[in-house]
Nanobody, 122 residues
C-alpha cells in the first residue's frame, strides 16, 4: 500500500530555514508528480508546491514568494521541501502527496501521511 512518511519538522525562529523530507513507498515513485501541502492552525489545507516526474518542472504557491524549494530523489524515493526565510505564518503541519497530474487542490487527494509539524516562533 501507499505510504508517505514526512519528517524534518520542528521549532525554528523567524528567518530560519528547515528542510522537510517525505519518504514514499508502495508505488512507482518516478511515475508521479509529488506535492507538498500545509495546514495552518484554524485554516484549510493549502497547496505549497509540486514537482514533475524527474524533477524538471516545479510549481509553487504564489504566496511563498520563492522562499521554498521542492526537489526529489528518485533513487531514494524521497521528495524534499527546503524552506527559507521562515515566517510565523508558515507554522503548519506539512504533508506530501503523490499526484497523477499537476494540480493544487488538496480535496482531490485521498492518501496522506501524518505530516510533520513546523512551528516558526521566537
Amino acid at each position: 500500500q501507499v505510504q508517505l512518511v514526512e519528517s524534518g519538522g520542528g521549532l525554528v525562529q523567524p528567518g530560519g530555514s528547515l528542510r522537510l523530507s517525505c519518504a514514499a513507498s508502495g508505488f512507482t515513485f518516478s511515475s508521479y508528480y509529488m506535492a507538498w501541502f500545509r495546514q495552518a492552525p484554524g485554516k484549510e489545507r493549502e497547496f505549497v508546491a509540486h514537482i514533475s516526474w524527474n524533477g524538471g518542472r516545479t510549481y509553487y504557491a504564489d504566496s511563498l514568494k520563492g522562499r521554498f524549494v521542492i526537489s526529489r530523489d528518485n533513487v531514494k524515493n524521497t521528495v524534499y521541501l527546503q524552506m527559507n526565510s521562515l515566517r510565523p505564518e508558515d507554522t503548519a503541519v506539512y504533508s506530501c502527496a503523490a499526484i497523477r497530474v499537476p494540480m493544487t487542490n488538496p480535496k482531490s487527494i485521498n492518501t496522506w501521511g501524518q505530516g510533520t509539524k513546523v512551528t516558526v516562533s521566537s
